[in-house]
């Protein structure tokens, strides 16, 4: 079982919908959570941080979190064209120097105007 | 606002040549790393860095290697490029848990 399975899509949505993209991980001494947004050709971009179990709103963006499934989401309200973009969920073990991301493989979203 | 700048946004080279790409950081973050991104295949991590003149392997180090002589700055070198070496190859520095990414180098490898 790979340690972290993340569903590649593609998702098309129209503007405005409600989007939900997620992921689901083996390793439960994972303990941070991040979400990245990559446009096309660009570099990944930080988007939420998570840590542990729970919930986090910015915006249109909320990141949530469920240990005790191993399973973590990222919703975006009221999506728009601009948010057409490939996101990719990744974490990390505690303490130490692990400061080694594992990520998922990413899903592309488009959002048609 | 952090930033991690790459030295090429596109560079072509041919099979056999050593290539150097550099990656600097301006804000005095421990680690670094390099990775490498292909389709179906996502993130891979090749080499990372905790420290000046520190440096561990990845996932996938083989035909890689890395310098880090000054803190902000982390170069990657593939010793003799091969065709299987094109790619997108991503920068990224750390302040303890946040990766902040660079806008990437792709490669191409004639």
């Known amino acids: 079982q790979k340690e972290v399975e993340q569903d590649p899509g593609p998702l098309s949505v129209p503007e405005g919908a409600i989007v939900s993209l997620n992921c689901t991980y083996s390793?439960?001494?994972?303990?941070?959570f991040m979400w990245y947004r990559q446009y096309s050709r660009k570099g990944p971009e930080l988007l939420m941080y998570t840590y542990s179990s729970g919930n986090k709103e910015d915006g249109r963006f909320t990141a949530q979190v469920d240990k005790s499934s191993k399973y973590i989401s990222l919703f975006i309200r009221d999506s728009q064209p601009s948010d057409s973009a490939t996101y990719l969920c990744a974490m990390r073990r505690s303490g130490g120097s692990n400061y080694k991301l594992t990520f998922g493989k990413g899903t592309l979203l488009t959002v048609n105007p | 606002d952090v930033k991690v700048t790459q030295s090429s946004r596109y560079l072509v080279k041919r099979t056999g040549e050593k290539v150097f790409l550099e990656c600097v950081q301006d804000?005095?973050?421990?680690?670094m790393f390099w990775y490498r991104q292909d389709p179906g295949l996502g993130l891979r991590l090749i080499y990372f860095s905790y420290d000046v003149k520190m440096k561990e392997k990845g996932d996938i180090p083989e035909g890689y290697s890395v310098s880090r002589e000054k803190k902000e700055r982390f170069s990657l070198i593939l010793e003799s490029a091969s065709t299987n070496q094109t790619s997108m190859y991503l920068c990224a520095s750390a302040l303890v848990d946040l990766e902040f990414f660079g806008p990437g180098t792709r490669l191409t490898v004639l």
């Open positions: 804000m005095d973050h421990e680690n």
């Open positions: 390793n439960s001494a994972f303990q941070y």
